[in-house]
């Protein structure tokens, strides 16, 4: 019997997580009770209740098993320290707050028994909304440019992988990479299977968009310092170039303008090339950080007491 594994990173899902778990209990135990399986949610230091709700669900099942960690790490980064902690064969991962469809999840683990390795859910164009579907390609765009990745825009978070590719991911060599950013250094390849989020699905605030957004820019910083780099060196050596010009058409009109516009060139660009040389410094720092675990943890429930600690 294969045991599956279906990591849920939460954070102030209190409207939502249990009916989650609970359609997702209904799912395995109804379609797929030939699997053994686990709900393992790592909480991001949720303000609201949804502590509270899963150490409940925890003392009612124990299929289900909760980390809670003493910050926001975001949801990739918390799905990844889940991974470490998964006992079966493959994980999934998703969203507690009905955005992923628990209805995909028989498809997901048929697919893997023909023996696909990583499954991807993509959610489907049909019947979204244009405007956000350009806002959010051009997003991606510039997400994968800040972060080396040039594949897999449609990638959400609801996927599939199989236990040999998670312990890839999560080892030394890969674990401060996004997961894209892996099967794209990896060349892997991997199925695509669309989905339609349900309608259930509440709508997100700006805020919440926003700070999704600034922390998957920010989760896995190389990329994003590369270019804020860039942008200094290049526009340095601009205000450079820029400032001895000025500099030179200074001595022959003298009182076409002040001598202080060239100076202030020179020193900012100065500035600016010094900051891209920090930031290269800091960059070459993150490459080399080994954190010895993904991220803090304050407490565990339902996890083996034999279980090594990670």
Not at 69 to 85: F, H, P, W
Not at 125 to 150: E, Q, S
């Amino acid at each position: 019997m294969s045991k599956i594994s279906v990591i849920v990173p939460t954070h102030n899902n209190q409207d939502t997580v249990l009916n989650f778990a609970k359609e997702l209990i209904d799912v395995f135990e109804t379609q797929i009770s030939q699997h053994d399986y686990e709900i393992i949610f790592v909480d991001n230091n949720s303000s609201d209740q949804t502590k509270v709700y899963l150490k409940k669900l925890c003392e009612i099942t124990d299929k289900a098993r909760c980390a809670f960690t003493v910050a926001d790490y975001g949801a990739e980064l918390s799905s990844k320290y889940g991974m470490t902690l998964a006992e079966g064969d493959c994980v999934i991962t998703m969203l507690p707050d009905l955005s992923h469809p628990v209805a995909a999840v028989p498809k997901f683990i048929e697919l893997w028994e023909e023996g696909s390795k990583i499954i991807i859910g993509a959610r489907s164009k049909n019947g979204t909304n244009p405007i956000k579907n350009a806002l959010k390609n051009t997003y991606c765009n510039l997400l994968f440019t800040m972060t080396g990745t040039k594949t897999m825009k449609q990638f959400t978070g609801f996927s599939l992988y199989d236990m040999s590719f998670v312990k890839t991911i999560t080892s030394k060599a890969y674990k401060n990479l996004s997961i894209r950013s892996v099967i794209n250094i990896l060349g892997l390849s991997y199925m695509v299977l669309p989905f339609t989020p349900s309608k259930a699905a509440p709508s997100k605030h700006f805020s919440d968009r926003f700070d999704e957004a600034m922390t998957g820019m920010t989760t896995y910083p190389i990329g994003t310092i590369r270019l804020a780099s860039m942008f200094g060196f290049y526009g340095g050596a601009l205000s450079l170039l820029v400032g001895l010009v000025m500099l030179i058409m200074k001595f022959f009109m003298w009182e076409t303008f002040s001598i202080s516009l060239p100076l202030i060139l020179f020193f900012g660009g100065s500035l600016l090339i010094i900051s891209a040389i920090i930031a290269e410094y800091i960059s070459g720092l993150c490459q080399k950080a080994d954190a010895a675990t993904f991220v803090k943890e304050g407490e565990r429930i339902n996890f083996n007491a034999a279980e090594k600690k990670k």
